[in-house]
Nanobody
Framework: VQLQASGGGSVQAGGSLRLSCAAS????????MGWFPQVVGKEREIVAR????????LYADSVRGRFTISRDNAKNTVYLQMNNLKPEDTAVYYC?????????????????WGQGTLVTVSS
């Protein structure tokens, strides 16, 4: 499975970005997908996860109400709509495919990772 993340960029606080993650290879629409931002020197921590049916979404407290995760299984693509961005959202955002349909918030529960896309939010 190969995951290609895109959509990052530089915005001012209050702005919006939409990240995309396209999957190819031996993909599976039966697995959960997640987004993990990472700052240098810190571990990756999930901000959003969606199950395979799009019936269950999980958000970190820091982004709830501002970020929305969605997926289009026909296109093998997962999205992260990021609104009202804050400087503390600055990070490299990685998408990942979970090991199961309802993977947890732990990075260890995700088997495949994209290359990351940089989001920079200035104040």
């Amino acid at each position: 499975v190969q995951l290609q993340a895109s959509g990052g960029g530089s915005v001012q606080a209050g702005g919006s970005l939409r990240l995309s993650c396209a999957a190819s290879g031996r993909t599976s629409s039966n697995n959960a997908m997640g987004w993990f931002p990472q700052v240098v020197g810190k571990e990756r921590e999930i901000v959003a996860r969606i199950n395979y049916r799009s019936s269950s979404m999980l958000y970190a407290d820091s982004v709830r109400g501002r970020f929305t995760i969605s997926r289009d299984n026909a296109k093998n693509t997962v999205y992260l709509q990021m609104n009202n961005l804050k400087p503390e959202d600055t990070a490299v955002y990685y998408c990942a495919q979970g090991r199961s349909a309802y993977s947890s918030s732990s990075a260890y529960d995700y088997a495949y990772w994209g290359q990351g896309t940089l989001v920079t939010v200035s104040s």
